[in-house]
């Protein structure tokens, strides 16, 4: 289809929570992602009942797993996961193709309740300093690709860092989250909701896809390195990315063509289908059985009260329960 023959039409005005929008703006040569999460992220949250702030950092996590799950082109698993100093040591979000996603976080019980009344929980002193680790499984059959980048406390700061160093392709990111409080039957309501919207530039000529070599490169010492002028369609792109507020990535009123047609009108946009994703673990009886059959006898014998194992998934926290005269016999050791 030429680029003529684009059939063209108003904004979509109805929003939809749990959808991920792909777009292009040619003019500028950039494309990217608009993610919107209402239900998905407000049942991952809840299930876990996590102090506010590590909520709202899991949930950023949960945003930036998703725009970037999605974003492959593959049948597997993307795997988003941080290991810190911070109160908040550890992150993980499980994308599944086509669409499903879980997610957990590890915290410091005692430290939480301190920073929350010293500083309010912000996110870099929740964090700390340590890597990101992106991990990319296709099966069984196949090798795991991982990229790590260093993490100081912000996970966009971080993973701007990651496509500048590990893909270098200019990306900006937009993460948002928030409580949203309605009046419903028997009073206010507190739903947890979450926004985003990534967007890369993708030229045709590799010269204006250049960056700046990284620190120190290949330019001998002492020798003064010019200036790299950044792309003038880039530029215009990250500067009206900058000028969404975050209300507008998670308002359920605002769809996501009306923002980007509000972002992008005088260039023209296109969208495509949008992609759907759900909260949904991949826990199960038969699961856990299979897993607790593989322990030593000893082991299962620890595990053992009352009569039963009783184990819970960390990710959706569900309890199982397991009477070990059902497992198959443990092997010798």
């Given at each position: ?164 160093r590990s893909e270098q392709i200019p990306t900006r990111l937009r993460l948002a989250v928030a409580e949203d409080f309605r009046a419903e039957d028997g009073g206010m309501r507190r739903r947890w909701r979450a926004g985003g919207m990534m967007v890369q530039f993708l030229p045709k000529s590799e010269l204006r896809a250049r960056q700046r070599d990284f620190d120190p490169g290949d330019a001998p010492a002492g020798a003064v390195v010019p200036e790299m002028k950044e792309d003038d369609s880039w530029a215009e792109a990250q500067a009206l990315v900058e000028t969404v507020e ?88």
């Amino acid at each position: 289809m030429t680029e003529s023959a684009v059939p063209m039409r108003t904004p979509d005005a109805v929003a939809i929570d749990d959808t991920v929008l792909p777009f292009q703006v040619d003019a500028l040569d950039v494309r990217g992602r608009v993610v919107r999460l209402g239900p998905m992220v407000d049942e991952i949250l809840r299930k876990h009942e996590y102090p506010e702030p590590v909520s709202k950092l899991l949930g950023e996590a949960i945003v930036l797993g998703t725009l970037l799950g999605t974003a492959l082109k593959i049948e597997g698993r993307f795997i988003l996961q941080t290991q810190t100093d911070g109160i908040v040591p550890m992150l993980v979000v499980d994308y599944r193709a086509p669409g499903d996603v879980r997610a957990c976080a590890r915290f410091d019980k005692e430290k939480i309740g301190e920073q929350i009344a010293a500083k309010g929980g912000e996110a870099a002193a929740l964090l700390g300093r340590g890597h990101m680790a992106m991990t990319i499984d296709q099966g069984s059959n196949t090798s795991r690709y991982q990229g790590l980048v260093e993490i100081a406390g912000d996970l966009q700061a971080a993973a701007h860092e990651y496509f500048y160093r590990s893909e270098q392709i200019p990306t900006r990111l937009r993460l948002a989250v928030a409580e949203d409080f309605r009046a419903e039957d028997g009073g206010m309501r507190r739903r947890w909701r979450a926004g985003g919207m990534m967007v890369q530039f993708l030229p045709k000529s590799e010269l204006r896809a250049r960056q700046r070599d990284f620190d120190p490169g290949d330019a001998p010492a002492g020798a003064v390195v010019p200036e790299m002028k950044e792309d003038d369609s880039w530029a215009e792109a990250q500067a009206l990315v900058e000028t969404v507020e975050p209300i507008e990535l998670i308002d359920p009123a605002l769809s996501h063509e009306r923002l980007l047609f509000r972002l992008f009108h005088e260039r023209g946009v296109r969208v495509f289908e949008n992609q759907e994703v759900r909260a949904q673990c991949s826990c199960s009886q038969d699961r856990i059985t299979d897993m607790l059959s593989r322990f030593s006898q000893d082991d299962r014998d620890h595990m053992v009260e009352n009569g039963k194992i009783s184990v819970t998934c960390e990710f959706c926290n569900t309890n199982y329960i397991v009477d070990p005269a059902e497992l198959p016999p443990a092997e010798k050791q």
